[in-house]
C-alpha cells in the first residue's frame, strides 16, 4: 500500500499537532486513513505501511489496531452495517431489527454478502439511545430504524453501487 | 420552564456558525476571561460549584487547582469527548449543534490553566461530528480567539481534534491519555494522577465536554451566581440524555430542582410512558448506576419525592438509591424484561474490559455467559448467588471503575428484581420463548399517578 500525495501531507498535518518527537499519537488517525485506502480493513500490509511511516515498529500499530473495535482485521463488504444492540436500543426493538437485516440479506451477523455488498456487525452503544434502535453505515448514523426503513437503506445501497461500478 | 444556561441559544438557527453564535453573545467569556488572572478564574470555577458533568462528579474547580506546575513543563488541557456510557449522548448534541460553545469553554479553561495544546478527544464513531469541531476551531482561529498572542494577551493555544476507533474503556481519563500517546487504551495506575503525569507524563486536567461548556456561562454570570441555581452542591443546570421508553426521547437542560416524576411524566421533559404502559424501573445516571424500580425511583425509601440531584438520586446509597452519573436516563415499561436488559449490559461491559485486570476480564464474561443461560432457560437458582458472588468479586479490585461499573448494575438488578431471575429459573420454557409474563410481575409495583 503507498498513500497519495494528499494522504501523505494530512499525515504530516496530523503528526505536527503533537509535540516533537510525539507521533506515535498520530497512530490512530493514521490507522483511520489505512483503513479507508484498503477498502474498509487493515491488513497486515497496511499496517506494516502505517509503522513504516510513523517510524514505529510493527507490533505497536498491531497492538492497537486489534484493541480498538473499529478498525476492521478482515475485509467488509462495500457496505457496512453496525447495529447497535446495547441495552437502550434493545429497549426499542433492535433485536428485531437485527434479526430482520439477516434474514432480509441471508446472512449471519459478522459474515458479508456472497456479492460483496454487505456486511452485518452488531456494536455496542454507540451514543444514540434517543433515537434509536440505529446503526451505523460508514460515517453516518441511521437512526429511528424500522423494517421500511432497512428496505430503503438497502435498495439505495443496492442502486448507488450498481450506478458506480 | 428551568432556567437554561447551555441550551439557551440552541434553537437558533445556524448557532453552529460563528457568525451567529458571536452575534447571540458568543465568545465575551473569552474575552471577559483573558483580562482576568488565570488563578482568579479557577477561583471563579471554584465558587459555582460546578461539578464533572461526564460521570464522577468530582468538583472541577478543586481538579483544576491540583494541576501541578513545575517550570518549563508543558501542561495540558484535554475534553473528553469519548462519550461511551450507554443511555448517554448528550455531548454529541452539544458537540453537534452549539460546537462553538465547548470551543469557547476550551480557550478559557486553557487559558486558566496554562494549556497551549488542547486536545478533544472524540469516540471514534462520531466521525460527522469532528469536521463539525473542525470547522469551529478554524473559525474561532479566523476570528483571533485562538493562535498566537489572543486578544494581546501573549497567549498562545490551538486545539486539536483527536479521533478514538472504538473503546469504551478510553473515557476513563488514563486510558484516553494513553488513547491520545497513540497505545492501547488501558487505565493507569493512580497515583500518580493526571494531574501531576498526565499526557506524556506532563501536567494534565481531563474534563468532559458539558463540564468545559459549563465554564462559559460561569464565567458570564459569575460563580456565585451559577452557584445559586440549583439546590444544595447540585449547582448549575445539568444534561439529561432521556431515552428508553418515554414519549420524547432527547436532550433536557434542567436546573437540578425538578423531581424524577415531573421528569418523566410532564410534557416539558419526557412526556410519560408511551401507549398508556406503567413505569416499571430506570436506571438514572447511565448503564453503569444501579438500576431502581419505579417505587423507589419516584420516592426515597424515607418517603420523600426523589428529585433529579446528586444528592437526591444517590440517597439511600446502593441498598435503595442510585447516581445520577452521566446523566443517561434508561426509562423502562411494565413489558421490559430486567434479567434481558441486565444481560444486555454484561454482554456489554464484556466487550468494553480491556482486559488487563483479572477480575474484570474473566468476571465480565463470567457474569455474561451466566446471564446469557438465565435469560435463554438454561439458568439454575444457585446461579443467582454466583452472579452476586462474582460481582461482589469485581466490585472495588480493579485499576479503573470499570470494573465497578460492570458489577453495580448487576448487584442492583438481583437486589431489587430477585423473583424476576427466580422466575427465569422456574419457567424456564415461558423464559425461553421470551414471554415473561411481565404485566404480572409489574402489578406488585407501586405506579405513581401522573401528575
Known amino acids: 500500500m503507498n498513500f497519495s500525495e494528499e494522504k501523505l501531507k494530512k499525515v504530516q498535518e496530523i503528526v505536527a499537532r503533537y509535540p516533537e518527537g510525539k507521533q506515535k499519537s498520530a497512530l490512530i488517525p493514521v490507522l483511520h486513513i489505512a483503513q479507508e485506502e484498503n477498502g474498509g480493513w487493515l491488513s497486515a500490509e497496511a499496517m506494516d505501511y502505517v509503522a513504516g511511516l510513523l517510524q514505529l515498529t510493527p507490533i505497536e500499530v498491531y497492538e492497537v489496531a486489534t484493541f480498538y473495535s473499529m478498525y476492521n482485521l478482515k475485509p467488509v463488504g462495500r457496505y457496512l452495517f453496525e447495529v447497535c444492540q446495547t441495552g437502550p436500543c434493545m429497549l426499542n426493538g433492535s433485536d428485531g431489527i437485527i434479526d430482520y437485516i439477516r434474514e432480509k440479506l441471508n446472512i449471519k451477523v459478522g459474515e458479508t454478502t456472497a456479492d460483496g455488498l454487505f456486511t452485518l456487525k452488531t456494536v455496542e452503544c454507540l451514543g444514540a439511545c434517543g433515537y434509536a434502535p440505529m446503526m451505523q453505515m460508514g460515517k453516518h448514523y441511521k437512526e429511528h430504524l424500522t423494517k421500511e426503513k432497512v428496505d430503503q437503506i438497502i435498495d439505495e445501497c443496492r442502486r448507488t453501487a450498481a450506478t458506480n461500478n | ?451
Request: glycine fraction near 12%; charge should be negative; hydrophobic fraction near 40%.
Open chain 2, 1 to 451: 420552564m428551568g432556567r437554561k444556561l447551555l441550551l439557551e441559544n440552541a434553537h437558533i438557527e445556524n448557532i453552529r456558525l460563528y457568525d451567529v453564535y458571536r452575534q447571540n453573545g458568543g465568545y465575551a467569556a473569552v474575552e471577559k476571561a483573558f483580562k482576568m488572572a488565570p488563578a482568579d478564574i479557577v477561583e471563579e470555577v471554584k465558587k459555582s460549584g460546578l461539578r464533572g458533568r461526564g460521570g464522577a462528579g468530582f468538583p472541577t474547580g478543586m481538579k483544576w487547582s491540583f494541576l501541578a506546575k513545575p517550570e518549563g513543563v508543558p501542561r495540558y488541557l484535554v475534553c473528553n469527548a469519548d462519550e461511551s456510557e450507554p443511555g448517554t449522548f448528550k455531548d454529541r448534541y452539544l458537540m453537534e449543534f452549539i460546537p462553538h460553545l465547548l470551543i469557547e469553554g476550551l480557550i478559557v479553561s486553557s487559558f486558566a490553566l496554562g494549556s497551549n495544546r488542547t486536545y478533544i478527544y472524540i469516540r471514534g464513531e462520531y466521525a460527522w461530528i469532528v469536521d463539525i469541531l473542525e470547522q469551529a476551531i478554524a473559525e474561532a482561529k479566523a476570528a483571533g480567539f485562538l493562535g498566537k498572542n489572543i486578544l494581546n494577551t501573549g497567549f498562545d493555544c490551538e486545539i486539536y481534534v483527536q479521533r478514538g476507533a472504538g473503546a469504551y474503556i478510553c473515557g476513563e481519563e488514563t486510558a484516553l491519555l494513553e488513547s491520545l500517546e497513540g497505545k492501547r487504551g488501558n487505565p493507569r495506575i493512580k497515583p500518580p494522577f493526571p494531574a501531576v503525569k498526565g499526557l506524556y507524563g506532563c501536567p494534565t486536567v481531563v474534563n468532559n465536554v458539558e463540564t468545559l461548556a459549563a465554564i462559559v456561562p460561569i464565567m458570564n454570570i459569575g460563580g456565585e451566581e451559577y452557584a445559586k441555581i440549583g439546590v444544595g452542591r447540585s449547582t448549575g443546570t445539568k444534561l439529561i440524555s432521556a431515552c428508553g421508553n418515554i414519549n420524547k426521547p432527547g436532550i433536557y437542560e434542567i436546573d437540578m430542582t425538578i423531581s424524577v416524576e415531573e421528569f418523566i411524566y410532564s410534557d416539558e421533559y419526557c412526556g410519560g410512558i408511551p401507549n398508556g404502559k406503567r413505569l416499571k424501573a430506570c436506571i438514572p445516571g447511565g448503564s453503569s448506576v444501579p438500576i431502581l424500580p419505579a417505587n423507589l425511583l419516584l420516592k426515597t425509601a424515607k418517603g420523600e419525592p426523589r428529585m433529579m440531584t446528586y444528592e437526591s438520586l444517590a440517597d439511600g446509597g446502593f441498598p435503595t438509591g442510585s447516581m445520577m452519573g452521566s446523566g443517561g436516563f434508561i426509562v423502562m415499561d411494565e413489558d421490559q424484561c430486567v434479567v434481558r436488559h441486565t444481560m444486555s449490559l454484561a454482554r456489554f461491559y464484556r466487550h468494553e474490559s480491556c482486559g488487563q485486570c483479572s477480575p474484570c476480564r474473566e468476571g465480565t464474561g463470567w457474569m455474561e455467559k451466566i446471564l446469557t443461560n438465565i435469560e435463554n432457560g438454561r439458568g439454575k437458582m444457585s446461579d443467582i448467588d454466583l452472579l452476586w458472588d462474582i460481582q461482589s468479586k469485581i466490585e472495588g479490585n480493579t485499576i479503573c471503575p470499570l470494573g465497578d461499573a460492570a458489577a453495580w448494575p448487576v448487584a442492583a438488578a438481583i437486589r431489587h428484581f430477585r423473583d424476576e431471575f427466580e422466575w427465569h429459573v422456574t419457567n424456564p420454557d415461558e423464559a425461553l420463548q421470551r414471554n415473561f409474563g411481565l404485566a404480572h410481575y409489574a402489578d406488585p409495583i407501586e405506579v405513581a399517578a401522573t401528575p
